[in-house]
């Protein structure tokens, strides 16, 4: 949308030239005006055409009173200063605007920055309220623990001479013990003495006993040895004879292998006769069968032949 100020402008120049171009100011309308510059309102152009005729009426006025070297001076200084205040008036507007614009931003920003302070400080009341409120419940626990403080306190004062009592009874009894646990440890001592030299006198007796065994054991490893020489060469002798027995069941293996093969070989020609013997059987039963059904028509037509030759002749 068009700025009023650059309306007003534009028609004022529109105005200029359409008389420079040989227009009588009269004539000039906010139809023609519009029709030239086409944007803003009728309205404004109007009231601005009426200004502008007035200024043309005064001007005329004072150039048909002055020298016309002089009007026409005057004109030109007073065209050029219309022209330069509507430069400085619509860069003021703009500034204006700007300013306006920029105040509108930052009403806008306070007002949200308000917005976020009143619903800070609502929040700020919350949390103060409900920290007096704890506040309060810290402080009612407070007076409870130092009550029960107190109270345990007397309990600690009870127990600490309570503590100090059995402490005395404790140490009357550890005395008591030590001396106990001092005789107890003398005799320990002596029996221990005692049973130290029995067991002393077990071990000689141990050792020597362990010497004899050991040089029973020694004998019995010598004899060992040479059984163990007389066991190995029994064991390489039979190993030589298991060996020779080796060979002769490999020699047996492949005999009875080779047996294997011809028993094999004779029993498929046992099949094969027995089937040829079966086929042949097959054969003469029905060869037989053959004869016999021979037989049968041969004598059935031995018969046939005499009752022909005895029939009458007609």
């Known amino acids: 949308m068009s700025r009023v100020s650059d309306t007003r402008l534009r028609t004022r120049e529109t105005a200029a030239r359409l008389v420079a171009s040989g227009r009588p100011s009269h004539e000039i309308t ?26 043309q009426a005064r001007n005329d006025a004072l150039s048909a009173a002055l020298p016309p070297a002089v009007a026409d001076a005057m004109l030109s200084l007073w ?15 703009e500034e204006i605007e700007m300013e306006a614009a920029t105040a509108t931003t930052q009403i806008a920003s306070l007002e949200t920055a308000n917005a976020a302070l009143q619903a800070e400080m609502r929040s700020l009341r919350v949390q103060a309220d409900e920290q007096h409120a704890r506040l309060a419940a810290v402080l009612t626990d407070l007076a409870q623990a130092q009550s029960g403080r107190d109270a345990a306190l007397r309990q600690a004062e009870a127990a600490i001479a ?31 003495m ?45 190993r030589k004879r298991n060996e020779r027995l080796v060979g002769d069941v490999e020699r047996t293996s492949a005999d009875a292998a080779e047996q294997r093969r011809l028993a094999e070989r004779h029993e498929k020609l046992l099949d094969r006769v027995t089937e040829e013997a079966h086929q042949l059987r097959l054969e003469r039963d029905t060869l037989a069968q053959q004869m016999a059904l021979l037989h049968g028509q041969m004598r059935a037509s031995g018969k046939s032949l005499p009752s022909r030759r005895n029939r009458p002749l007609r």
């Open 79 to 93: 065209a050029l200063a219309v022209v330069q205040g509507e430069q400085v008036f619509a860069r003021r507007s």
């Open 194 to 238: 005692e049973h130290e030299a029995a067991l002393r006198a077990e071990v000689i007796q141990a050792t020597s006993r362990l010497e004899a065994v050991q040089k029973h054991v020694m004998l019995q490893t010598e004899d060992a040895r040479e059984s163990q020489r007389r066991a190995e060469s029994v064991l390489s002798e039979i």
């Open 162 to 192: 309570d503590r100090d009592a059995a402490s005395a009874r404790s140490e009357q009894a550890l005395r008591e013990t030590r001396l106990t646990h001092i005789r107890e440890l003398e005799t320990l001592r002596l029996e221990h």
């Open 30 to 55: 906010v139809d023609l005006i519009y029709a030239e510059i086409r944007q803003g309102s009728r309205t404004t152009i109007n009231d601005e055409l009426k200004l502008w005729k007035d200024e």
